[in-house]
């Protein structure tokens, strides 16, 4: 059974650490002063064999304990679990955040710190470092595709305009409480839908007018026509008006997408990640796609899935599947950058299977 800690039990613990810690204090200030002293108190100190020691020491710990140019941590299902088809697939999930967490070690200034750590455990014998996080109550969500038999393990942070507040899966259907403009509205996930907040309709005789929107009062609104994507429209009075008049409508508020692939594992001799690198093309493979903005280190572009004898340039896109082969030009100096980057927020459908890059790199 947990037993309650009460705050003047935790406040009574501080109190007992610090009076233990307090005799100890002075000799890790000598310490500080003799290895890594002050700019006002260098003059005094006429031998830097411990400062040298000292840089040396914390060096070799980050080098041997978390070594910056290679994954020093790996994730695992419990021994009990390991044998077992749901343990094999926990394995196989935590594979993939692995690289998620080395990505961001990477990208962060965890090795500078984890440096500065060293030094405090070789001068005084203890270190300490402190890892931010982000609110619990943030508002957004991850989720995670997971597709073993075909090597796939994808976290994807998800954010809207407002605040998930809560999730529930009733019958396959996932339903999400979700607070926008201080109101509180109940809404559910839609592979149909491809806006945020969204309402759909149809009329016999097409109609510029479409009302119904109340709950997205005042805002700008992303609407689709017949299936195509038209001008943006702001509601007023709980409707907006059409430039042109259409049968069936898409309403809501418009959402991107961002797809970025891990850097690649690549080492050199002295195990360091390999760079400069230069991508030389990348192959999309697509499934029912109608739009698709890439950007291989120049901006993103729109990759042209209508042709020319199209017999109606406005009508709705007519899907893609099969595979887009960009090329890209020039090196690359820093390995931790993504190759390419997928991000658009037009309202129509964007199924990508698989990515094959083909790379170059120094020897």
């Known amino acids: 059974m947990n037993q309650a800690i009460f705050p003047a039990e935790i406040l009574a613990r501080q109190a007992r650490a610090l009076a233990r810690r307090r005799p100890h204090e002075s000799s890790w200030r000598d310490a500080y002063d003799h290895v890594l002293p002050r700019h006002d108190l260098q003059a005094s100190l006429y031998d830097a064999t411990a400062a040298d020691a000292a840089e040396q020491l914390a060096a070799s ?13 790996g994730l695992a299902p419990a021994d009990a679990l390991a044998e077992t088809e749901a343990g094999q697939a926990m394995a196989f999930a935590l594979e993939g955040t692995t690289r998620i967490l080395q990505t961001a070690f990477d990208r962060s200034n965890f090795a ?15 270190g300490v470092i402190m890892v931010e996080e982000a609110p619990l109550e943030d508002g957004s969500l991850a989720t995670l595709t997971l597709y073993r038999s075909e090597q796939v393990t994808a976290w994807t942070a998800q954010q809207t305009n407002g605040l998930f507040r809560a999730l529930a899966d009733i019958e396959g259907t996932i339903w999400a409480v979700v607070e926008r403009a201080g109101r509180q509205r109940l809404e559910r996930f839609d592979d149909s ?41 702001v509601v007023t009075a709980g409707s907006i008006t059409l430039d042109d008049a259409a049968h069936a409508v898409q309403i809501g508020l418009r959402f991107g997408h961002v797809i970025e692939p891990l850097p690649p594992e690549l080492a050199g001799a002295m195990g360091v990640r390999a760079a400069p690198l230069r991508l030389i093309s990348v192959t999309f493979r697509l499934l029912n796609t109608a739009t698709l903005a ?22 709705a896109p007519v899907l893609f599947s099969g595979d887009a082969r960009l090329r890209a030009l020039g090196w690359r100096r820093d390995a931790t ?27």
């Open 193 to 233: 839908l491809a806006l945020n907040a969204a309402l759909t309709g149809s009329v016999a005789n097409a109609a510029q007018e479409w009302s119904g929107l109340a709950h997205l009062e005042g805002q700008s609104v992303g609407v689709l026509a017949d299936g195509a994507p038209v001008q943006d429209g």
């Open 61 to 73: 710990l980050l080098a041997e304990l978390t070594p910056p140019w290679s994954r020093w941590f």
């Open 294 to 315: 890439v950007d291989l280190g120049r901006g993103a572009e729109t990759v042209p899935f209508r042709r020319f004898d199209t017999a109606l340039l406005d009508a």
């Open 337 to 363: 950058q993504p190759l390419w980057r997928i991000a658009d927020d037009t309202p129509l459908p964007l199924t990508l299977l698989s990515v094959t890059t083909e790379m170059r790199i120094t020897n």
């Open 112 to 126: 500078i710190e984890m440096h500065q750590a060293f030094l405090d455990l070789v001068i005084t014998g203890t």
